[in-house]
């Protein structure tokens, strides 16, 4: 079955910074690579999705890439501010049915002000 | 705010007993997934209930179970707890297969076992 990796487990940037995020995946059959933010005591939610007929997608602050040959996709952050700070999780899987997606272990972004 | 909800929202239990939880499908989606989220990692693939057929299954052993309802809602039965079943579980809904579709999660059920 399909396996993702994240890294890393915990990033502490300064508001403003960028923050860049990196998964790996194992199935060359996924084609479907969401992010998720979860706060503290919160559901994830939805923040950005790429298919893989495109390399690359961007809304406001946030963006992601994927390479295909590579098996690794990554989100990035710009400009980042305090409200910013939450889990991030990466999943990989068939974009026909988004349920199924296996899911990296996170990583717990902290912005300091 | 989706419309994704679920019931209770924690719950202790024993070991050895049975729980059930609940999740209402946001309007207009007939496709449910679970998720086990045990502390700092995350979601993992529990079953899915398309059109009240389970459509796939992750690595759980065969005391998790679940149905879904003709007004597409849905219940994960979990047996024999063990200690280690104790985690946040997620259900999300999505519009259905085919197509490109994404989901949606509820809050989540916490549940622990002594």
């Known amino acids: 079955g399909e396996n993702v990796e994240q890294h890393p487990s915990t990033l502490s940037v300064q508001e403003g910074d960028s923050a860049v995020i990196k998964c790996t995946y194992s199935d060359s059959a996924s084609n479907y690579f969401p992010w998720y933010k979860q706060e503290l005591g919160k559901r994830p939610q939805l923040i950005i999705d790429?298919?893989?007929?495109?390399g690359e997608k961007k809304d406001q602050r946030i963006a992601v890439t994927l390479n295909k040959t590579a098996k690794h996709f990554s989100l990035h952050i710009t400009e980042t501010q305090p409200e910013d700070s939450a889990v991030y999780f990466c999943?990989?899987?068939?974009?026909?049915?988004?349920?199924?997606?296996?899911f990296g272990d996170g990583t717990t972004l902290t912005v300091k002000p | 705010e989706t419309g994704v909800t679920q019931s209770p929202t924690h719950l202790i239990k024993t070991r050895g007993q049975q729980v059930t939880l609940r999740c209402s499908s946001q309007?207009?989606?007939?496709?449910v997934s679970w998720y086990q989220q045990a502390l700092g990692q995350g979601p993992q693939f529990i079953f899915q209930?398309?059109?009240?057929?389970?459509?796939g299954r992750g690595n759980f052993p065969p005391r998790f179970s679940g149905l879904q309802f003709p007004n597409y809602s849905s219940e994960l039965n979990v047996n024999a707890l063990e200690l280690d079943d104790s985690a946040l579980y997620l259900c999300?809904?999505?519009?259905?297969?085919?197509?490109?579709?994404?989901?949606?999660f509820g809050p989540g059920t916490r549940l622990t076992v002594l």
């Open positions: 790429i298919r893989s007929n495109v």
């Open positions: 999943a990989a899987g068939d974009n026909t049915n988004a349920g199924k997606s296996t």
């Open positions: 209930y398309y059109r009240e057929e389970e459509n």
């Open positions: 999300a809904s999505s519009p259905g297969t085919g197509g490109i579709n994404t989901q949606y």
């Open positions: 309007s207009g989606h007939n496709t």
